[in-house]
């Protein structure tokens, strides 16, 4: 699976713009965008509302980026 995170952000990117409050592939995009060292970027994802209330992912921001 290595090299294609290129195809794999766009699919997820679809996933969201076909249905924003899907958790699991913003949670998701976020796992993928710490992978290629975009911590803000998957800390705004990690924090939007349907992630923390889909997945329960209260904190997890912080937890994963280091975020004080």
Known sequence: QLGRSPQARAELEQALRLD?????????????????GRREEARQLLESGDVEEGLGAVGLADHIVGVE
């Open 20 to 36: 924003p409050s899907r958790a699991s592939a913003c949670f998701n995009l976020a796992v993928l965008a710490l992978g290629e």
